[in-house]
């Protein structure tokens, strides 16, 4: 079997929910409108808050990658790219394509390996070319499976778990200075997704400590002592800060704290760890090489690789075995993708032992669900995992690409 054919699609969706996506919503939107707010005068902050404000599109954005081969086979991927995709787009027809194509779909290492060195010596260990890999990597791994007649966690060894537990993401925790309207949109973002039926809710905060321990306090008394609540601050904060926070959050029954500090900052994560009991996990996580610099400074206790972000499935799954070797568990990193996304990260979760639970966007997403003939069945905050052939999902392709550009 040849690989013959290589299609690449920027997907830009309009959000038609009443609400933006949670985490522009958190971190971009809400903080313009509440910047007069703010406690501590820019400047006086550390780390800035500019240091770890992302960007986001207005559209819901991703890169659609479909591989065929000379046997009539098609693969589906994806690259995570929720700015830019015509970058990620760019990037797989010029440079990765040329490199797989008439290449057999089965040689998966081969490939990731070779797809991975040609940048290597450019520093584009992570971002957009990691992405880029991802999408291909997901699509051949489809193909091998419906070339078998199988799905793909069976290929990677078989199940631990046919449902997948997941969390609901996320609720937008509370800026410095919040008033009773934000209070209140706080209490009906909580209860929509105790109303999904989710048993796990992860806050996004990283608003100022006072905020956040205020959210903490409201969010569990809505969702009650049964429900699991995990905590994302996304990389807004110092060691003793995170710290600080980290303690009070144990108080209050927090399973991890997701990003703490920035990425970089391997060495606050590896203190940070050693200081508090609360779980530390990291969604930045790109690579194994990256995961085992942190390892080695005993700086992780939980990784939440991407699978459309951080190399696809072939990546992700050695970054689980290594966190397995190194007494940590894993949960995959979903938020914001299409079904392909959620479909390739549930094969993995159930083939890995040490998974933990998968981060599930309770949204409107128009390139979720909305995309297939049989809709996930997401029900009590669990996914029933796929068992068709591949990633097990049947795309409706014409209401995918209606949203291509």
């Known amino acids: 079997m040849k690989i013959t054919k290589v299609e690449t699609y920027a997907i830009q969706a309009e959000n038609t929910g009443e609400q933006e996506y949670w985490g522009k919503r958190s971190w971009v939107t809400e903080q313009k409108k509440n910047q007069s707010k703010v406690v501590v005068p820019e400047g006086l902050e550390y780390p800035p808050k500019w240091r770890m404000r992302a960007s986001y599109s207005d559209t819901i954005d991703t890169c659609i990658v479909k591989v065929q081969t000379n046997e009539g086979i098609i693969g589906w991927g994806e690259a995570k790219a929720p700015v830019a995709p015509k970058v990620v787009k760019t990037i797989i027809d010029e440079l990765l394509t040329p490199i797989i194509l008439n290449r057999d779909p089965f040689e998966t290492e081969v490939l990731w390996e070779k797809m991975y060195s040609t940048m290597r010596l450019r520093g584009h260990l992570s971002g957009f070319f990691l992405e880029a890999i991802s999408g291909i990597d997901i699509a051949l791994w489809d193909i091998l499976g419906k070339s078998l007649n199988q799905p793909i966690y069976k290929l990677l060894g078989g199940a631990f778990r046919d449902e997948i537990n997941l969390y609901g993401s996320g609720v937008p925790g509370l800026r410095q200075g919040a008033d009773q309207d934000a209070v209140n949109q706080l209490i009906r973002d909580t209860e929509n997704l105790l109303q999904k039926g989710f048993n796990a809710i992860k806050i996004a905060g990283g608003h100022g400590i006072t ?150 966007w309770a949204g409107v997403n128009p390139i979720g669900s909305a995309i297939l003939k049989t809709p996930f069945e997401q029900v009590n905050g669990k996914l029933k995992l796929p068992q068709k052939p591949g990633l097990g999902i049947d795309i409706i392709e014409d209401k995918l690409l209606a949203y291509a550009n």
């Open 211 to 360: 905020a956040d321990k205020k959210t903490i306090e409201i969010v569990r008394d809505v969702a009650g002592s049964q429900c699991a609540l995990y905590l994302d601050t996304a990389g807004n904060y110092n060691l003793k800060s995170a710290k600080e926070l980290g303690e009070f959050a144990e108080e209050y029954g927090v399973g991890f704290l997701e990003a703490p500090a920035p990425p970089e900052l391997i060495s606050v994560y590896s203190e940070l760890s050693n200081a508090i009991n609360i779980p530390i996990a990291s969604d930045l996580i790109t690579s194994r090489y990256q995961a085992q610099a942190y390892f080695e400074k005993k700086a992780l206790d939980l990784v939440q690789p991407d699978i459309c972000r951080a190399g696809g499935i072939t990546e992700c799954r050695k970054i689980a075995f290594l966190a397995d070797v190194n007494g940590a568990a894993f949960a995959p990193h979903v938020s914001i993708g299409s079904a392909i996304h959620f479909a390739a990260s549930a094969h993995l979760a159930a083939a890995v032992p040490n998974f933990m639970i998968m981060e599930y």
